[in-house]
């Protein structure tokens, strides 16, 4: 039922792909980052300088090859199916469905293009799969280093979008690097699998809460001890880092076993140390 509900999941990101490339990407003549990109780059380049039209899937689906490959081998085989799911329905959607005419705007496909796009790769990625291309070097380079790697993303798209700038002018490729930025953003506030959240619990009941942080997210805390400055009585610390978006569920268990628990959440910017993610299956 689970694999039934990511493959559903990860049909409706492929979808809305799909409809936005043929709807704000269309209609504002952007270039999406990553291998949809370069397949949309290389399409231009064959119509324009050799007269030939090719559909969109043949390139995306060979770009994707050598990738899903690697990933198959190195970071999850369920994971990879999915994310050749994915790579083959993008493809096939592409070619098949119609853009909607929704607005002539360029800044407003850029900007809406752009939240779009990121929502839909979000969907992927939360299903445990990829749109393919980059996305699949940003997991197994994140897998690696446990790190987010969707800025350094960004900004090789950005040297894409130069040449595409040189080829076809500079106005289209100024206004996708708007849309790249607009759907980075929206992906970093989507996924937190390779963000880091720092939290510090004060209970009474410190071996409860130790072993709802075990089954929860898979990781362990560090219990402090000290006094309450008011009361003047002792009191308990916990002290764990765990993946971001096992945050808010980690929060609902311990409220759980301890209503009256006090949590501080902070934001990790750098970890370093031996801190194990579940890997992708």
């Known amino acids: 039922m689970k694999t039934f509900l990511r493959f559903i999941l990860v049909t409706i990101g492929s979808i809305l792909m ?6 704000f990407v269309h209609t504002a003549g952007l270039l999406p980052g990553g291998f949809t990109g370069i397949t949309l780059l290389l ?11 090719i559909p969109f899937a043949v390139f995306y689906w060979g770009l994707n090859i050598v990738p899903a490959i690697i990933c198959f ?15 083959i329905s993008v493809g096939f959607f592409t070619d098949i469905i119609p853009g909607l005419d929704v607005t ?21 990625l939360l299903a445990g799969a990829t749109s393919g291309g980059t996305d699949f070097i940003s997991i197994y380079v994140s897998e690696k280093t446990g790190r987010s ?14 040449i595409f700038g040189l080829l076809f002018g500079w106005t289209r490729a100024l206004y996708s690097i708007i849309f790249q930025f607009a759907g980075t953003q929206i992906l970093n ?18 071996d409860e809460l130790v ?9 362990d ?3 402090f001890k000290g006094e309450g400055c008011y009361t003047g009585l002792e009191r308990n610390m916990l002290y764990t880092i765990i993946s971001s978006d096992s945050e808010e569920k980690l929060i609902r268990e311990v409220k759980k076993a301890d209503p009256m628990a006090f949590i501080n959440i902070l934001q990790t910017k750098m970890l370093k140390g031996n801190f194990i993610m579940k890997k992708q299956d």
């Open 104 to 124: 002539n705007d360029i800044l407003l496909c850029t900007i809406f293009g752009g939240i779009v796009n990121g929502t839909a790769i979000s969907l992927c």
């Open 149 to 162: 790697i969707w800025n350094h993303i960004f900004i090789g798209n950005v040297i894409v979008l130069a």
């Open 189 to 206: 506030s989507l996924y937190k699998r390779y963000q880091k959240s720092t939290l510090l619990i004060i209970t009474d009941k410190p």
């Open 73 to 87: 081998k190195y970071v999850g085989k369920k994971f990879t199916i999915l994310s050749i799911w994915s790579i």
């Open 43 to 53: 399409q231009e380049i064959f119509s324009k300088f050799f007269g030939i039209k």
């Open 221 to 223: 805390a560090t219990l």
């Open 211 to 219: 072993k709802t942080i075990r089954e929860t997210t898979g990781h």
């Open 18 to 23: 799909a409809l936005n490339l043929n709807t």
